[in-house]
């Protein structure tokens, strides 16, 4: 079953002659390098950007399960969009869970993006693999709220932006470092883009740098204060809204990528076979290898993502399955596309091709944290019992 045999949800906005629309631009904000402005006013317009909204504040009221499979559908025709726009998406999502939680210290950020404004993500940073968790930017307490420093990477939805989700540490007390979740208002005096975003793949996001040189945030955008590693529900409401809809990102592009090389497989001749290639017994291994692929990606998501919507206590698992999805979602990806683009033969080599600009967009998906590195320790460290913060001690 394609992605297309499955139904909107209801309440997206999303219908089918949109992501048709959204498909014949993908390779043309490609080419260009260019935001997807077309696409992003049509989201818009269409309500896509309040999904995660709750009903009663002007929002479609999705849980992260029905998101995802939203977000998927939109991956299947422009991956690229669809990541970018998930910075925006999931912010709502984690205001809406705390919300649920009876935290209602985000619900501010739930008004406000029902009025149109739009939220964006400035986490990555050189130096720091731990995203979110630590930082190395910097964030010093001042009369009415917080000055705000540091050099942002990966800026997501850098032109459209209004309210760009940061974090920085408070070393103010060295014992008890603290990491300040604060969204700086576009227009904002101090901060400043750099448009570095020239890349490999999913180059339509338009993920340009950000510096933040001593940049006021007052209180009212102030977003939460943990303590440095700690993972609190709001930290990992984060992990689980943007990991997820990362995974199920990805998940839709490799769908897409094997259905391209499906018809590709049925029209292929040779002088070898009296058929088409799909009769070929080695190309039926190789897509008897993607759909297999695929057959274990889509469970582990959509298990894990309708476990968190529906509370499932996990407990300390919590971060190790979160991660988990993501990167076997990820590294499927990656597979499927690889397995898709020796199906097509030569013909996925050319800039024409649909299939290139997948291999070269399902690249990123190991940019996106957690990195490998994070992930197996994240994993590792829970399998074998011990805490996410404890250290090897050497001697």
């Not at 479609?60 to 995802?68: D, E, F, I, R, T």
């Not at 540490?169 to 101090?190: E, L």
């Not at 700690?230 to 809809?245: I, Y």
Request: hydrophobic share 40%; charged share 20%.
């Amino acid at each position: 079953m394609t992605i297309d045999a499955l139904a909107p949800a209801t309440g997206s906005g999303l219908t089918d002659d949109m992501l048709s629309r959204f498909h014949e631009r993908a390779p043309i904000y490609d080419r260009e390098n260019r935001f997807f402005d077309e696409d992003f006013e049509e989201l818009r317009s269409a309500g896509y950007l309040k999904i995660a909204i709750p009903r009663e504040l002007g929002g479609g009221g999705m849980s992260l399960a029905q998101v995802a499979r939203e977000q998927r559908r939109l991956a299947y025709h422009a991956p690229a969009t669809a990541l970018a726009v998930n910075m925006h998406v999931y912010w709502t999502g984690v205001a809406a869970d705390l919300r649920r939680f009876g935290d209602s210290s985000l619900e501010w950020m739930l008004r406000e993006a029902a009025a149109g404004e739009v939220f964006a993500a400035g986490h990555a940073e050189t130096g720091n693999d731990l995203p979110v968790l630590l930082s190395t930017a910097k964030a010093e307490r001042v009369a009415g709220g917080y000055r705000i420093s540091g050099h942002k990477m990966f800026g997501s939805l850098t032109p459209v932006w209004t309210r760009l989700g940061v974090h920085a540490m408070d070393t103010s007390d060295p014992t008890a470092p603290k990491v300040v979740h604060a969204f700086v208002p576009r227009g904002t005096p101090g901060y400043s883009v750099r448009e570095t975003w020239d890349t490999l793949g999913m180059r339509p996001t338009r993920s340009d740098d950000t510096i933040l040189d001593n940049v006021f945030v007052p209180d009212k955008y102030i977003g939460h204060i943990v303590p440095a590693g700690a993972l609190d529900p709001f930290v990992g409401a984060v992990f689980a809204w943007a990991l997820l809809n990362f995974g199920s990102i990805y998940y839709g592009l490799a769908e897409r990528a094997r259905d391209v090389a499906i018809t590709a497989a049925r029209k292929k001749t040779s002088l070898g076979v009296s058929r088409t290639m799909a009769y070929h017994p080695e190309i039926q291994h190789l897509f008897s290898e993607m759909q297999l692929t695929l057959e274990a990606m889509g469970p582990q998501l959509e298990k894990v993502a309708d476990d968190w919507s529906n509370g499932v206590d996990h407990g300390a698992a919590w971060p190790m399955k979160i991660v988990a999805a993501k990167y076997n979602a990820v590294e499927g990806a990656k597979k499927v596309v690889d397995l898709a683009m020796t199906a097509s033969g030569g013909a996925g080599m050319f800039k024409s091709s649909e299939l290139e600009r997948l291999y070269r967009d399902v690249r990123c998906g190991g940019f996106h944290p957690a990195n490998t590195t994070l992930t197996h320790e994240i994993v590792g460290k829970t399998t074998l019992g011990i805490g996410l913060d404890e250290q090897p001690r050497w001697g």
